[in-house]
């Protein structure tokens, strides 16, 4: 039997960064194979070689069905069989979702003419045969995410494919939803297509695959059969660490309440949500994609009102007319997105630091003084640790983890009481999370109450008092990690599927 | 009417606000809802349609074009020394002339656009000036009035005798925006590469990924506007029977808020033929109703400005979302 996909010396480097490090890489036919690694270790970029986005660097082989190639357009991957799920889906949402399906066959078809007809016949043929079934003329962005993957999923089918690679598919979808993608999986690989599974949650991993492949840092680690791993030997080579994590066993109750929310609903986005988060106490929030976390996050820092319900900071209630109000009441909020929300990306260092608190480095009446914003900034560049150059570098200089740290230590310089992080791993590097969390705990040792978002069940299980687990907008229960294991967690928000 | 509610509410809205408009007016005015009217409507948008065919086009791919109306110009004087120099040409060379020459005034915007990646807004603005620039300097703002004959000729394609002795003429640019709308249309729905202009617009990375040749879309998109700005520069020539090196400056800001009216957007991906020429189709309507009811022309900006305002504003709000919000205040 010849692999589908045989690869060797890939190398991938951009702009002097070494993405991938001469990776051989090697699927069979009707294998489930997992490629395995943390974020940012260079899965997503293997699967751009092999899909034709991305030319490897000189010297690579690329094998695919016994044919060397040296590079490879999409259109050629297509053609040999290559389909890739992408993780963010690749949609056209204003377009309907018969043509999304179909897009793939008319971009490479010689016909200049589409007809819309056989459009909708191939779509409905494809959903036929994974047993899913959409209104086709729908656009696609007006549909839930869940169904949009299901869609990119018909797409990548409708082409005769040997090999279809999903990247982080079960990320948005819930017990049930998950259950029909192993089953969809299940059927392919009964038809002898090789399916690759790209994801970090590990149980589903190893229940699913054959084989995994383990990538970390652009490199490398090995290639093991599923049935020899464990769920702490996978991390163990996925991180190159061997953590021994413990949870945070502390009841903070007593303390004085910071933040306490009643009731607050926002239709379409949240509803009925009551917490509270006392003093020095890390609370955190963990779901599914879509849950409401960042909705909820959004209304409490003031970007959002709650249509009803109360929300109170040291017993005092508050109402946000904007997030400056939230802001000057000691509110802050780190965003999910900090490439594009959280951080000035061509600024410097030290004006991405000062952004929040240009008020306080003021001299002789309103004009900015250079040096009281120098001593900010060196302060809080000491204070967690940044490591960089010279702070008058651009931020995008600096790694995913210290660009994070100074995301946070823009707000920590406004001085809040209630310090909001929205997903703060992503897209840091695996060694530099754990810095981000030591400080996430240095924080709360001296008083600083935390709202921790995370769509990572262990990052919320190992640094938080108290866990909130949301789904469709609701607070579903309270899990306290000192008190329960967490599969209990997990199986909670995933659902006992596999 | 209901599915069209649903499907396409931005062109379903513009027909209802048209046909009131129509209504107001005929009440209004006797002299609104006669064909001699109509006529002179469709005859006196069409070349605003033309533009407007193409410029959709480019604002479903995600781009823009500000320099279209110049392009119309320099069209215009390059078609007509190429004319002369051909010994006068006729009507079959003259489009194909001045169709080819918008195409290549259109491949200069996407060759700068997708070779140089530069947005295409910074792109046509630069060639705006550039094309207004070298026409004044080397015309040094000559008009030319010694057109061919052909060209300037009147020519009704269709006319009726009205009751009370006036004619109702439909004349040649009103069909060649006829062939224009139908063109469009079949370009981007049932070609292939119209499909993918949308998608493309829609979703750039996801358009790479899936393998679009984003060259030819490019390309193709810029040099339809620039086809279709070729056409119109050589009926506007017809209509007033000179060629004018300002004659058609300012024009692309009516094209493009008649289109972005119509329901495209400056993110790409959207936009209909329906609705492009229904926005130019009102724009001209509360125009000619303005004229008719006597209200001065330097009012009609500041409407059109407000129009544009409202209407962008309303297909932003989801009018079933409006309506629960304001029950629910309501109940407070």
């Known amino acids: 039997m010849i692999p589908v996909i045989q690869f060797s010396n890939v190398s991938k480097t951009f702009g002097g960064v070494r993405a991938l490090i001469n990776i051989d890489f090697e699927v069979m036919p009707g294998e489930v194979h997992c490629l395995a690694g943390e974020n940012g270790c260079g899965k997503s970029t293997l699967i751009k070689i092999i899909s034709g986005v991305y030319d490897p660097d000189p010297g690579a082989t690329l094998t695919l069905m016994g044919q060397e190639y040296e590079t490879l357009s999409p259109a050629q991957a297509r053609r040999v069989g290559v389909g890739v799920i992408w993780q963010d889906h690749a949609l056209f949402p204003e377009m309907s979702v018969a043509e999304n399906i179909a897009i793939e066959g008319f971009v490479s078809s010689k016909s200049k003419l589409v007809r819309h007809k056989k459009i909708k016949d191939v779509a409905q043929k494809v959903c036929e045969r994974l047993g899913v079934s959409f209104e086709l003329d729908a656009l696609v962005k007006t549909l839930p995410i869940a169904q949009r993957q299901l869609i990119a999923i018909c797409r990548a089918l409708v082409s005769d494919v040997r090999i279809v690679f999903m990247d982080e598919p079960t990320a948005s979808l819930t017990q049930s939803e998950t259950k029909h993608l192993l089953d969809v999986v299940r059927t392919l690989t009964a038809e002898n297509v090789a399916v690759v599974f790209v994801s970090h949650r590990l149980t589903e991993v190893l229940e699913i695959a054959n084989r995994v492949t383990v990538l970390r840092d652009g490199q490398k680690v090995g290639v093991y059969d599923a049935s020899e791993m464990t769920l702490a030997k996978l991390t163990e080579k996925m991180t190159g660490l061997t953590i021994n994590p413990a949870v945070v066993d502390q009841d903070l109750s007593k303390n004085e309440t910071v933040l306490e929310v009643k009731q607050i609903s926002r239709a379409g986005e949240y509803e009925d949500i009551s917490f509270s988060i006392a003093q020095g106490e890390v609370v955190g929030i963990t779901g599914l994609l879509g849950a409401g976390r960042t909705e909820l996050a959004l209304s409490l820092f003031g970007m959002t009102r709650p249509e009803q319900g109360q929300i109170y900071l040291h017993g005092k209630e508050v109402e946000f007319k904007s997030n400056l109000d939230a802001i000057s009441s000691g509110v802050a909020y780190v965003s999910e997105d900090r490439l594009s929300l959280g951080l000035i990306q061509d600024q410097s260092i030290e004006n991405n630091l000062a952004l929040t608190v240009l008020d306080k480095a003021l001299a002789f009446g309103s004009l900015l003084s250079f040096k009281k914003k120098r001593t900010i900034v060196d302060h809080w560049i000491e204070e967690l640790g940044v490591k960089s150059g010279n702070t008058s570098d651009a931020i995008s200089t600096l790694s995913g983890g210290n660009q994070q740290k100074v995301a946070i230590a823009k707000w920590l310089a406004t001085n809040p009481k209630l310090l909001i992080l929205d997903a703060p791993t992503v897209g840091v590097d695996v060694g530099a999370r754990e810095g981000i969390f030591e400080i996430v705990r240095d924080l709360a040792g001296k008083g600083l109450s935390i709202l921790l978002i995370s769509d990572e069940v262990s990052e919320v299980y190992f640094n938080s008092n108290r866990v909130l687990h949301m789904s469709s907008g609701c607070i579903q229960k309270e899990y306290v990690p000192a008190r329960c294991d967490i599969s209990e967690l997990e199986d909670a928000i995933y659902g006992k599927a596999i | ?332």
């Open chain 2, 1 to 332: 009417m209901e599915k069209l509610f649903k499907t396409h509410p931005i062109e379903a809205w513009l027909l209802i606000i048209i046909v009131a408009t129509s209504a107001v007016l005929s009440v209004a005015s006797t002299q609104y809802l006669t064909l001699v009217n109509a006529f002179d409507l469709l005859n006196s948008i069409s070349i605003n349609v033309i533009f407007a065919v193409g410029l959709l086009v480019v604002l479903i791919s995600g781009g823009i074009d500000i320099s279209f109306a110049v392009a119309a110009s320099v069209v215009q004087y390059v078609a007509f020394y190429v004319l002369s120099y051909l010994g006068g040409g006729n009507w079959f060379i003259g489009f194909i002339v001045a169709g080819g020459l918008g195409i290549v005034l259109g491949a200069i915007n996407a060759g700068l656009i997708h070779y140089f990646r530069i947005i295409s807004i910074v792109v046509t603005i630069a060639t705006f000036n550039i094309f207004f620039g070298l026409l004044m300097f080397l015309t040094r703002g000559v008009y030319l009035y010694d057109l061919p004959d052909w060209w300037t000729n009147r020519i009704i394609v269709f006319e009726h005798e009205m009751a009370n002795g006036t004619w109702a003429e439909l004349t040649l640019p009103a069909v060649v925006m006829f062939g224009a709308i139908l063109a469009t249309w079949l370009l981007i729905t049932y070609s292939s590469i119209g499909r993918q202009i949308y998608a493309f617009g829609d979703n750039p990375e996801g358009a790479r990924r899936i393998g679009i040749n984003i060259v030819a879309v490019q390309f193709i998109a810029y040099g339809w506007m620039g086809m279709m700005a070729g056409i119109a520069g050589l009926m506007q020539a017809h209509f007033v029977q000179e060629i004018v090196p300002n004659a058609l400056i300012g024009r692309e800001l009516d094209v493009l808020a008649a289109v972005v009216l119509g329901g495209a957007t400056l993110g790409g991906g959207r936009g209909t033929v329906l609705g492009c020429v229904l926005g130019v189709l009102l724009m001209a309507i509360i125009q000619n109703g303005l004229n008719l009811l006597g209200v001065t022309p330097f009012a009609f900006k500041a409407i059109v400005g407000v129009i544009i305002l409202l209407a962008i504003t309303l297909s932003n709000v989801s009018f079933v979302e409006l309506r629960a919000h304001l029950r629910m205040q309501k109940g407070q």
